[in-house]
């Protein structure tokens, strides 16, 4: 997985680049096609904004957090990409599961429709 990291009146030390990257680990633990991911963190007069878009394979994941620290921003972040990303995981399975088909309304399970009829004795109007 590879991370760019941006910086928008903000200097990105090692401390805080090593913080990035260890979280976005846990992503990673959780879905690994996980192509590309950059991350944008900025300041804007008091508040800590901390945004990512994750590219992956079916999907482009985008989240942001807002937060007075921007610790505190980068773990709002992580869990609002953790939960989208388990969607898209969950998502992707679900459709590759689904591959036995029900049959339709009307038909039996041989594919031929029911040569039975209902009748209804209600008055038409």
């Known amino acids: 997985m590879q991370i760019n990291l941006t910086g928008h ?9 090593g913080y990035v990257e ?3 680990e846990r992503l990673e ?10 991350v944008i963190l ?9 945004e990512a878009r994750i590219h992956m394979n079916g999907a482009d994941v ?3 957090a807002v937060h007075e620290d921007m610790y505190a921003a980068i ?3 992580i869990d609002k990409l953790d939960r989208q990303v388990l969607k898209h995981k969950e998502k992707r399975q679900s459709h590759r599961g689904s ?5 339709a309304e009307g038909e039996t399970v041989s594919g031929e429709p029911d ?3 209902d009748e209804i004795d209600a008055p038409l109007h």
């Open 99 to 103: 591959a036995t088909k029900t049959p």
């Open 9 to 17: 009146h903000v200097d990105i030390t090692e401390p805080l680049k």
């Open 42 to 50: 900025s300041i804007e007069k008091l508040r800590q904004k901390a």
């Open 115 to 117: 040569d039975e009829v």
């Open 62 to 64: 985008f989240a942001d």
């Open 29 to 38: 633990r959780h879905f690994d096609h996980v192509i590309k991911v950059h």
């Open 22 to 24: 260890s979280k976005f």
């Open 75 to 77: 773990d709002g972040l």
